[in-house]
């Protein structure tokens, strides 16, 4: 078995025991990377020199005996759109193609104080818009299960990558489905926190009340020790939130007796896939054998949630995104006569099509004369689906659906059908309007031996009670043993 | 239904696009297509509800005046693609 096949959680002991060393593992990392690479394209940018001299710089505090960080020695993938200093952050868009970060996010500062080491930044759908890693300005990322196959957006870098082995762990973010749906569609575990839990400083905006950052591992276990690292309050975040952060580990410990898992009846629909029903249902039998008891809710505004977003989100988006004139940062277009044109012509020859089309629906939506048909529409239909939830976590502490409604489709199916491309969000969307956390974890694969996710919901800050119920469901399943062949 | 180019033309200007004559007729029908799938929500009474625009409730967040260190001026001019004397360097506004 290679280094770089195995876990953080069995890593953290092997480097502190000093059997092994950052630096080997980070090599080992680095050896996979070169193999598999050039055929799945996670990422955008890789730094190899930099990371093997903080893993040399962690070894040596392991040897001195210094007191090292939950992280130590571990490599890890950050996403595109999270600041490293000094580090090129592109969004996956020409407009940012030469930037480089000034400033650290929060959650890498963390990371650091963890004694992680960065390996490279995550290809992704440019400013996080998409579900399928296509609309990136470098070209698109493949699924390591099959090549020809989407790996889910818009962390679909860092889902591939997890997949492949080609880091232990990544950081997404998730702003209608972004880390649960590739972490479905590649076959890894990705969590999305409450709104407020990690902070979004450094992170670059797209939707800023539904942006939240979270991990892509390997296992549920890594999800935890990664939460450990980069969930709290943070000042220069004022929409995190002050609480006290649990260690996310210890919900681990418990078994499921006495746990209502509640399954809305609006999930098993039509245009639901057929293998990802039966899979899912297969989770459920799981469970109930496990101990937990399985409750019927409804969640009645379900089939309003695309909808809702799809004001929401570009119209905050359209707002963010207007930073981009070509004045303190990013590319410039060189043919303008004036300021005006100067403007216009670099947004248009910098935005790609998806994020163009997204600030156009935005525009529109806060538009003098639009604005309560559509924005303000949205908000209340918002708490709609918020108090469906509020209702629904009477009844169940947790609530189960698939994570998307199909597999990984074919690169190139949705391109030219924007909207049939957003509806393979259904599921994942509600999570990010009411801000409550979510994970998705593999529960089978289909025919064609592409991987199918189960995505548990739980209450605000309660990423605890998803976690204990993703532990004991992968526990006593074998999914996530499995690992795609990558031919080198 | 789709969009008129001249309601194309209008957004693009308030959101600052130059958009070609084919992205012009593609938006025009693409946009048409998701307003008509958004107008959906027309079928729920919200008369009487609440707007969430912040999911937990916050209100303002207050911290003390305090002067800390911040980015200096090299760090904030590093990534501008045009600056002379200390300043980012922009096409003449004013005639």
Known sequence: ?488 | MALSKKDVEYVAELARLELTDQEKEKYAIQLGKILDYICKLKELDTQNIEPTSHVLGLENVMREDEVKPSLGQDEILSNAPQKEDGYFKVKKVIE
Request: proline share 4%; net charge neutral; aromatic share 8%.
């Open chain 1, 1 to 488: 078995m290679e280094l770089y096949e195995l876990k953080a959680h069995e890593l953290v002991d092997k480097l502190k025991k000093r059997e092994i060393s950052s630096g080997e593992l980070t090599k080992s990392v680095f050896l996979r990377i070169e193999e598999v690479e050039d055929k799945i394209h996670s990422f955008v940018t890789l730094d190899k020199e930099q990371a093997l001299k903080n893993a040399e710089a962690i070894d040596k505090k392991i040897k001195k005996g210094n007191s090292v960080g939950a992280l130590a020695g571990i490599p890890v993938a950050i996403k595109d759109n999270i600041c490293i200093k000094g580090v090129r952050t592109t969004c996956s868009s020409k407009i940012l193609e030469n930037f480089i970060a000034p400033y650290n996010a929060t959650v890498i500062e963390k990371l650091r104080a963890s004694d992680a080491v960065f390996i490279g930044k995550t290809n992704m759908d440019e400013f996080a818009m998409g579900s399928s890693c296509e609309t990136s300005f470098f070209g698109e990322t493949r699924n390591p299960w099959d090549l020809d196959t989407i790996p889910g957006g818009s962390s679909g870098g860092s889902a591939a990558a997890v997949a492949s082995d080609e880091t232990i762990l990544a950081l997404g973010s998730d702003t209608g489905g972004s880390i649960r749906q590739p972490a479905s569609c590649c076959g890894v575990v990705g969590l999305k926190p409450t709104y407020g839990a990690v902070s979004r400083f450094g992170l670059v905006a797209f939707a800023s009340s539904l942006d939240q950052i979270g991990p892509l591992t390997k296992d549920v276990k890594d999800a935890a020790l990664l939460m450990n690292v980069i969930a709290g309050h943070d000042k220069k975040d004022s929409t995190s939130v002050d609480y006290k952060v649990p260690d996310f580990t210890d919900s681990l410990k418990d078994g499921l007796k006495g746990v209502k898992i509640g399954i809305p009846k609006e999930c098993f629909i039509e245009g639901l896939d057929k293998e990802v029903e039966s899979h899912v249902k297969g989770a459920m039998k799981v469970l109930e054998q496990m101990g937990a008891t399985l409750v019927d809710i409804s969640l009645p505004h379900t089939e309003y949630g695309i909808a809702v977003y799809y004001i929401i989100a570009p119209s905050e988006a359209s707002a963010n995104l207007a930073r981009y004139d070509g004045v303190k940062y990013g590319y410039r277009s060189d043919k303008a006569k004036d300021l005006l044109e100067s403007y216009k012509k670099t947004r248009s020859e910098g935005f790609g099509q998806e994020v163009k089309r997204r600030i156009m629906i935005g525009t529109y939506a806060l538009s003098s004369g639009y604005y309560d048909a559509y924005y303000l529409k949205a908000l209340k239909v918002r708490t709609l689906i918020k108090k469906d939830f509020d209702d629904a976590f009477k009844k169940a502490d947790v609530i189960l659906t698939p994570t998307a409604p199909t597999a990984a489709f074919k690169i190139g199916e949705k391109t030219e059908d924007p909207l049939q491309m957003y509806l393979s969000d259904i599921f994942t969307i509600t999570a990010n309007l009411a801000g409550i956390p979510g994970i998705s974890l593999p529960c089978g694969f289909n025919k064609k031996g592409l991987p199918i996710g189960l995505q548990l919901l739980g209450k605000h800050f309660c990423e605890e009670d998803i976690l204990r119920v993703a532990y004991n469901y992968e526990k006593n399943t074998d999914w996530h043993k499995k690992s795609p062949k990558v031919k080198k």
